[in-house]
């Protein structure tokens, strides 16, 4: 039987939800990060074997599509590579929110799993914009828009996002996991990249809101870029003002945050101060719980580095549709 998504399988469709399969995943992916330790081995010999054939892309089939992954990246690309899949559950959620003619903005795109999934929700009277600032992830972002036939769909902007407009120093991962960029400085190691694992390289920096003038409005935003999220909420400001009925979807990650220069319960608070109402998940658990108290959950993710993913909604519809999903409180 075939899935229209992800290609041939040979089990009965209704086994392959979401939620099964981040349960066969999410096995896999401990073993590989138990065994491959800081410098993840286990997929970095098998990368460099398919690169010494294929050189360094790989192109694989989502959806029934062309998608193009980077060889030398054992984290989103090894993952897509292996399973066809990024994120199950995050994939799932995405489904159930975005629709036909939506706008959305995507802050961090990376190679474009994400990008290409929204365009393809959204459909010709949509639009996205997607937004990466490191220069290998753009080629690969290009590539993979222009493939899957959603250039008219996607605009993507090639740059980072912050508080105002310049230019800094973008602190990109030389190898492990290259989505793990930072716009600040990390002097011990954290995750799967070491400070002397990264390279330095000048990027622009923009406001969302001056990326978006055109289109102003947006009915859901994704943002995942590694801490810098404070200063990008602070440089959308008029997006928000002009997008009564949102959906916010961003990581949550303290220790960045604070790398960054940024509070994470002044973000919380941010947050809070433009209407919206805060729910967390996560990569393997399909709930969502609403987030009542923004100290102590800071409190309680913070520890070890950890980290979290937030569903934010602000206006009667859009609270109205994530109340739905998350189902009666408990």
Same mark, same amino acid.
């Given at each position: ?79 897509? @590579?292996? /399973? ?7 994939? %799932?959620?995405? !489904? =159930?929110? #975005? $629709? ?82 930072? @716009?600040? /400085? ?7 990249? %070491?400070?002397? !694992? =990264?390279? #330095? $390289? ?96 800071? !409190? =309680? ?30």
């Amino acid at each position: 039987m075939k899935d229209d998504r992800d290609g041939p399988l040979t089990a009965p469709r209704a086994w392959f939800t979401p939620e099964n399969v981040a349960a066969c995943i999410a096995p896999l992916k401990a073993i590989h990060h138990r065994l491959a330790g800081p410098e993840a081995a286990l997929s970095s010999i098998p990368l460099a074997a398919m690169r010494a054939i294929f050189g360094d892309d790989f192109t694989v089939r989502i959806r029934r599509k062309p998608f193009t992954v980077n060889l030398h990246d054992t984290i989103v690309s090894f993952e897509i @590579m292996v /399973y066809k899949a990024w994120q199950p559950l995050e994939t %799932s959620l995405y !489904e =159930r929110l #975005v $629709r036909p003619g939506d706008r959305v903005i995507d802050v961090g795109a990376n190679i474009g799993y994400f990008t290409a999934l929204f365009a393809e929700l959204v459909g010709d009277e949509g639009s996205v914009l997607a937004i990466e600032p490191e220069p290998n992830n753009i080629r690969l972002l290009r590539k993979n828009v222009a493939a899957r036939g959603l250039a008219d769909i996607v605009t993507v902007a090639e740059t980072a996002v912050g508080a105002s407009a310049g230019s800094a120093n973008l602190y990109t991962a030389a190898s492990g996991n290259l989505g793990d960029n930072r @716009m600040y /400085y990390t002097p011990e190691r954290h995750g799967l990249v %070491s400070a002397k !694992e =990264r390279e #330095v $390289r000048e990027v622009p920096i923009e406001r969302i809101d001056v990326l978006a003038a055109d289109r102003p409005r947006a009915d859901f935003i994704k943002m995942d870029i590694q801490g810098f999220e404070a200063h990008a909420l602070t440089g959308m400001a008029g997006v928000l003002e002009a997008s009564p009925e949102v959906l916010l979807f961003t990581e949550f990650f303290p220790f960045g945050m604070r790398g960054a220069g940024s509070d994470p319960l002044g973000f919380l608070t941010g947050l809070r101060s433009y209407g919206f109402e805060i729910w967390e998940t996560a990569s393997t658990d399909p709930a969502l719980r609403p987030v009542t108290d923004d100290r102590r959950f800071v !409190e =309680r993710v913070e520890p070890d580095r950890g980290e979290a993913n937030l569903l934010c909604a602000r206006g009667e519809g859009a609270v109205r549709r994530v109340r739905r999903l998350a189902g009666p409180k408990d």
